[in-house]
């Protein structure tokens, strides 16, 4: 046996509906099913069937949790974006010399509070997670939030490309599906056939 | 958008159909996100728009106005107010039109995988949106 077709014998019970991806996630690529009459003769159709089925709600499974990724990035985005303008607001006021400005602060649901602001000291407080409060001057603030924004928008597109990766997979998955499904009812009506005339 | 490949018809689905139909459905998706962005920034233009109208009516009245900003709102004088907002109309106009733009690409390359589609499978493959 060549390697070629000991690559192609698949193992017992092992139906080869997919090949190792290729992508950063090592994502299992859906294979194209050349020809579907010959494909379940040999696997049998209800078998292929049944296997198509649940790497379909696999892939399904990893669709929508990139879809909730995405969904977070997006939300996480402009509130970075919505940082950057108020630091930048705090700088220019500060190169300003304006030392004191009035404010209202949204302190509950629908309740505002008066508030003076003194930037004099050209610094402000970084929220960084786990409790930590970091202060820092406007420059460094915004080139850590910039960085961060830029980490962001990368990871919305790699994303996106598994989410387009995931896509094909699924779509590819579909149409097999409905070939093999097909098929199946071609080669049952013609069985039946061919005993009525027996 | 579902296809559905109904094969009573005798067409036989080739790899070069798969990877159309993998695009098509692929530019699908982007084009229905595409759409939805641009209705939120819609939404942004109109506020904005409105609050030029606010600003003006505001003139000269006693010269300070309140401008909303991440989670605060700070006072600020009246050309202030007017150079901060001229600044976020001309961001979400660009913005928006670079979105058109990619929506204006995405609709073309649909049409045309679309057309090529139905061609081969005509009522077999059905490519609509539900």
């Known amino acids: ?198 | 958008m579902s296809v559905t490949i109904d094969s009573k018809k005798d067409v036989t689905v080739e790899r070069e159909d798969q990877e159309k139909i993998n695009k098509f459905s692929r530019l699908n998706m982007k084009c229905t996100e595409l759409i939805e962005d641009k209705k939120q920034m819609q939404q942004d233009l109109d506020a904005l728009e409105d609050a030029e109208l606010a600003i003006e009516e505001a003139f000269g009245e006693d010269g300070t106005l309140k401008v909303f900003m991440g989670e605060i709102m700070f006072d600020c004088y009246e050309d202030e107010a007017e150079i901060h907002h001229m600044r976020m109309m001309e961001e979400k106009k660009e913005k928006m039109d670079e979105v058109q733009d990619q929506i204006d690409d995405v609709e073309k390359e649909m049409k045309t995988l679309k057309a090529e589609l139905y061609a081969k499978f005509g009522k077999a493959i059905n490519l609509e949106k539900e």
Not at chain 1, 22 to 46: G, H, L, M, Q, S
Not at chain 1, 93 to 122: C, M, P, Q, Y
Not at chain 1, 180 to 198: C, L, P, R, S
């Open chain 1, 1 to 198: 046996m060549s390697e070629e077709e000991k690559k192609q014998v698949p193992k017992e019970g092992e139906i080869p509906l997919t090949s190792e991806g290729n992508n950063a996630r090592k994502i299992p690529k859906c294979e194209f099913i050349e020809d579907v009459e010959t494909f379940i003769e040999k696997y049998k159709a209800k078998e292929t069937l049944e296997a198509m089925n649940e790497l379909y709600r696999k892939y399904q499974f990893m669709e929508s949790q990139l879809i909730a990724g995405k969904k977070n990035l997006k939300i996480k985005l402009p509130e970075i974006k919505k940082t950057i303008d108020m630091v930048k607001l705090l700088k220019e006021k500060h190169e300003d010399e304006v030392e004191r400005f009035n404010t209202n602060f949204l302190i509950s649901d629908n309740i505002w509070a008066r508030a003076e602001i003194n930037n004099s000291s050209g610094k402000v407080g970084l929220w960084l997670g786990a409790n930590v409060m970091v202060e820092q001057s406007y420059d460094e603030a915004l080139a850590l939030l910039e960085k961060n924004n830029f980490n962001a928008s990368k990871k919305l597109e790699s994303t996106n490309e598994d989410l387009d990766y995931i896509k094909d997979q699924i779509t590819t998955m579909e149409v097999n599906m409905a070939r093999v499904y097909n098929q199946n009812v071609v080669n049952t009506k013609k069985k039946g056939g061919e005993q009525a005339t027996a």
